[in-house]
C-alpha cells in the first residue's frame, strides 16, 4: 500500500512539475511576461486547491454509503483508477509528441492579448488534472480503508512530493544521465502493472459479491514460492496484482488485459516526445 501510494505520488507530480516548468521557462524567457509568472503561480495553487478539493467530495461523497453499498463504490473506484491509468498511458503515447507545443500555444494566445485570468486558467486546469488523477488513483488503492493511518499517508506522500521535485531536478540538468524518455518509459510500465494489479483486486470483489464465477477456486498454489499474504509478496501483488492461489477467471482476464495492452502497444506509434521535451526546455532555460 505505502509503496503504491510512493509511487503514483511521485509519478504524477513529477508531470505537474513538467507542465509548470514549461510554462515558467516560456514566461521567463519573453519580455514583459513577470506579470504573467505571478498568474502561473496561483494557478499551480489553485490546481493543487482543486485536486484536494475532489478528495474531499470524494470522501463525503462515499460517506453516504454504508454496508455492501460502500463496498460496491469502493469497486468501482478500483476500477475506474485501474481505467484512469491505461487511458492516462496511452494518452501521453499518442499527445506527447506535442505535449509542449500545445501548451505554450495556449499560453502564448493568452499572453499576446494580455489575458492573464487565462494564464491563470490553463496551468489551474494541467495541474489539476495531474492532481485529480493522483486523487483518484489513491481511492482506488484503498486509502479510504481504516489499515492506513492519517500520518502514514502524510509522510509518504511528503517523501513522493520529495522524490518527484529530485527527479525533475535531475531530469532537467543531469539529461544525460537520466532523459525523459528512460524516465517516461520505466515509469509507464510500472503504471501499466499497478493497473493490472487494481483489476484484479476488482475483479476480487466481484467474485466475492457473486457477480462473476472464478471459473475455478484454486488453479494453483505457490505460496511456497511467494506468499502474497506476507510482506514480500504482499508488495509484489500490489504493484503487480500477482497472486499465490489466483482463481481461473482472474487468470483469464489477467492474460486478456495484458493481450489488450500489447495489442495497443503495436499500433501506437513511436513516441520520441519525451527527449524532445527535455532537449526544448533545457534549451529554452539556456
Do not use: C
Not at 154 to 160: E, K, N, P, S
Amino acid at each position: 500500500m505505502l509503496g503504491q501510494i510512493l509511487f503514483i505520488v511521485w509519478r504524477e507530480s513529477v508531470e505537474a512539475l513538467l507542465v509548470v516548468g514549461i510554462l515558467y521557462a516560456w514566461l521567463r524567457t519573453h519580455p514583459g511576461m513577470e506579470r504573467g509568472l505571478r498568474y502561473l503561480w496561483g494557478g499551480a495553487l489553485a490546481g493543487v486547491a482543486g485536486a484536494i478539493g475532489l478528495g474531499w467530495a470524494i470522501l463525503w461523497f462515499s460517506s453516504f454509503f454504508a454496508g455492501d453499498a460502500q463496498d460496491y463504490f469502493q469497486m468501482a473506484m478500483v476500477l475506474v483508477a485501474a481505467g484512469l491509468i491505461v487511458q492516462m498511458v496511452f494518452w501521453m503515447r499518442r499527445k506527447g509528441r506535442d505535449f509542449q507545443h500545445g501548451l505554450e500555444t495556449g499560453l502564448q494566445r493568452s499572453a499576446e492579448t494580455a489575458n492573464w485570468v487565462g494564464i491563470f486558467t490553463l496551468v489551474a486546469l494541467a495541474v489539476m488534472r495531474e492532481g485529480s488523477e493522483t486523487v483518484i488513483f489513491l481511492y482506488g488503492l484503498g486509502l479510504a480503508e481504516r489499515g492506513l493511518g492519517l500520518v502514514q499517508f502524510l509522510v509518504t506522500a511528503g517523501a513522493g512530493f520529495l522524490l518527484a521535485g529530485a527527479t525533475f531536478w535531475m531530469l532537467q540538468y543531469g539529461g544525460r544521465r537520466l532523459s525523459w524518455r528512460v524516465f517516461f518509459r520505466l515509469s509507464e510500465g510500472v503504471l501499466l502493472l499497478l493497473a493490472a494489479a487494481l483489476l484484479v483486486t476488482g475483479l476480487e470483489k466481484m467474485e466475492g459479491f457473486g457477480w462473476l464465477p472464478s471459473l475455478k477456486d484454486q488453479v494453483w498454489n505457490s505460496a511456497w514460492l511467494l506468499d502474497d499474504s506476507e510482506r514480500m509478496g504482499a508488495i509484489v501483488a500490489s504493484l503487480t496484482g500477482y497472486r499465490a492461489q489466483p482463481s481461473l477467471l482472474i487468470l483469464l482476464m489477467y492474460g486478456l488485459y495484458w493481450g489488450i495492452i500489447a495489442g495497443f502497444m503495436r499500433l501506437s506509434r513511436p513516441v520520441k516526445r519525451s527527449q524532445s521535451i527535455q532537449e526544448r526546455v533545457l534549451r529554452t532555460r539556456s
